[in-house]
């Protein structure tokens, strides 16, 4: 499971063109003006790992954007499989970006004896057209959540806080960042907007405020309404829609359709452990004011809807 490794690549995830192996390691490897501010232990506790390692070498307020997460998911010792890709990585040949990829997850399953990989990374749904013609060997699967959630999710997400502020700013001026080829795409100026970002703008400030409920639930529609309309797009045998709802309801029956997706065995034993793992909780929604729930229900009822129709 390679946790988060496209998201911490931010705009450059994607760059057209090929690139040296050397550079390809030194994206890995070195952040982004942006990510010190965006990954680390204060603004994303629970998604950020580096700084739960015993021992390690890096400050985690700084530290190398394929360590922040990716690593310790996999690995007791993350700085020593570091060692070993920055001697490894920077050997592949100029090629493109998907190509090094590539290279990067052989190099992985090598070390973990896995031959199949897992990119997990928030808000990539909205990436699905770039990645999917990238990767067309890749299968897709999306899980949606009650937009209500996650708007209010999204207000309390410090990295989500920026997006949406920069996101607002930016359709002043007509531009969309949530472009299928912007967000992580093949839009130099998005990784250019996202480096001057990191240096010029208070981004600790920004991170400080909550945006309004309804800027959220905006925000979360047209990231929704765009990432659908992407995968649906893709042949039915790329793409499966699991519902956050279902899951919490019946966990064994979603994961079998899911490892019958991936033409993967139900195993019993992951079965049992995996239907352990989704915890239902109360929802803060209905915990709001009904004026705020109002807000939340009207900025998210079209995409909702879009959202129910795929069950």
């Not at 700084?51 to 690593?71: E, G, N």
């Not at 570091?82 to 040949?93: E, G, T, V």
Request: proline fraction near 7%; aromatic fraction near 10%.
């Amino acid at each position: 499971s390679l946790s988060e490794l496209i998201s911490t690549q931010g705009a450059r995830a994607f760059l057209p063109g090929e690139i040296s192996g050397a550079d390809f390691w030194r994206q890995l490897s070195e952040p982004s003006a942006l990510m010190p501010h965006l990954a680390n232990p204060d603004v994303a506790p629970n998604e950020f790992l580096y700084h739960k390692v015993p021992t390690r070498r890096f400050d985690p307020y700084r530290c190398p954007p394929i360590a922040a997460v990716t690593l310790p998911h996999l690995f007791d010792d993350p700085d020593s499989v570091f060692d070993h890709l920055a001697s490894a990585m920077p050997q592949m040949p100029r090629q493109s970006l998907p190509d090094h990829y590539r290279g990067l997850f052989q190099e992985l399953g090598a070390l973990t004896g896995q031959d199949t990989w897992v990119e997990r990374s928030g808000g990539t749904l909205l990436a699905t057209a770039t990645l999917a013609d990238r990767f067309p060997e890749a299968r897709f699967v999306t899980i949606l959540r009650d937009g209500r959630d996650v708007a209010l999710s999204m207000q309390a997400y410090k990295p989500s806080r920026f997006v949406i502020w920069m996101w607002k700013r930016a359709r002043v001026f007509g531009i969309d960042i949530l472009k299928a080829d912007a967000h992580i795409g093949t839009a130099r100026w998005m990784w250019w907007t996202e480096e001057l970002s990191g240096r010029l703008l208070p981004v600790q400030r920004i991170l400080g405020a909550e945006p309004d409920l309804a800027d959220c639930a905006a925000f979360w529609s047209a990231l929704t309404k765009s990432g659908l309309k992407q995968l649906e797009a893709l042949p039915q045998d790329r793409r499966i829609v699991l519902h956050y709802d279902d899951i919490l309801a019946d966990p064994r029956a979603e994961l079998t359709r899911l490892a019958r997706f991936l033409d993967v065995a139900a195993d019993d034993s992951w079965l049992s452990q995996a239907a352990r793992i989704p915890e239902r909780r109360p929802r803060r929604f209905d915990q709001l004011p009904r004026g705020a729930q109002y807000v939340l229900e009207r900025g998210t009822e079209e995409a909702r809807a879009i959202s129910d129709a795929w069950r």
